[in-house]
């Protein structure tokens, strides 16, 4: 199998974690040989928050506020991850790395960089009341109201949907998936797409 470079797409609670999480087993399984690096920007950002310099502080203040973050702080990120766990050979999965269209372009320079060709996107296309409905069902305070709801999906559109745009405008193949099923459907489906069952 050649190594796969594939970004995830989708609002929040449409199951990309979930999604990356079963293709990360499927890959382990199918070639064990093969070592896979998952970015997940979420947890890139909060190891960054605890190193307690400058630059972490300012960033906690912005993420604490409920602000974004400038873009090179999640280009920094995962440009330090990257170089220290990835050579160009192994299985690629990115979680949440592409926010916003320059970090969609910083993402494809590092690709190219590596020489890696197929690079490959899911997006998880979710209504968003069925978003509301899975986010309300998970319990967390912060997925609660309206309005923290409103204000993610808002982001989302605003931001994220012209960094899928770009990356498709950089030749990179995009398949949109249906997230409404059940985790094992929408796994189906994404595999049919991907060409790997």
Same mark, same amino acid.
């Given at each position: 199998?050649?190594?796969?470079?594939?970004?995830?797409?989708?609002?929040?609670?449409?199951?990309?974690?979930?999604?990356?999480?079963?293709?990360?087993?499927?890959?382990?399984?199918?070639?064990?040989?093969?070592?896979?690096?998952?970015?997940?920007?979420?947890?890139?950002?909060?190891?960054?928050?605890?190193?307690?310099?400058?630059?972490?502080?300012?960033?906690?203040?912005?993420?604490?506020?409920?602000?974004?973050?400038?873009?090179?702080?999640?280009?920094?990120?995962?440009?330090?991850?990257?170089?220290?766990?990835?050579?160009?050979?192994?299985? $690629?999965?990115? !979680?949440?790395?592409?926010? @916003?269209?320059?970090?969609?372009?910083? *993402? %494809? &320079?590092?690709?190219?960089?590596?020489?890696?060709?197929?690079?490959?996107?899911?997006?998880?296309? $979710?209504?968003? !009341?069925?978003?509301?409905? @899975?986010?309300?069902?998970?319990?967390? *305070? %912060? &997925?609660?109201?309206?309005?923290?709801?409103?204000?993610?999906?808002?982001?989302?559109?605003?931001?994220?949907?012209?960094?899928?745009?770009?990356? @498709?405008?950089?030749?990179?193949?995009?398949?949109?998936?249906?997230?409404?099923?059940?985790?094992?459907?929408?796994?189906?489906?994404?595999?049919?797409?991907?060409?790997?069952?």
């Amino acid at each position: 199998m050649q190594p796969l470079t594939i970004a995830f797409f989708g609002i929040s609670g449409s199951g990309k974690g979930t999604q990356c999480a079963l293709l990360e087993t499927y890959l382990k399984e199918r070639d064990p040989s093969r070592p896979i690096v998952r970015p997940e920007m979420g947890n890139l950002l909060r190891e960054f928050m605890r190193t307690g310099t400058s630059l972490a502080e300012r960033t906690g203040e912005i993420v604490n506020a409920g602000g974004l973050v400038p873009s090179f702080i999640p280009i920094h990120m995962l440009t330090g991850m990257l170089n220290e766990a990835f050579d160009g050979t192994q299985h $690629l999965i990115l !979680d949440g790395t592409c926010r @916003r269209p320059d970090q969609s372009r910083a *993402v %494809d &320079d590092m690709m190219k960089l590596w020489g890696r060709k197929d690079l490959q996107a899911v997006v998880l296309n $979710l209504s968003k !009341d069925e978003a509301k409905k @899975r986010l309300i069902a998970r319990g967390r *305070v %912060d &997925d609660a109201t309206d309005e923290a709801l409103n204000s993610r999906f808002a982001w989302y559109e605003e931001h994220v949907v012209p960094s899928i745009d770009e990356l @498709r405008a950089l030749g990179w193949t995009m398949h949109e998936i249906e997230g409404a099923a059940t985790p094992q459907e929408v796994f189906t489906n994404m595999m049919a797409a991907l060409k790997l069952s």
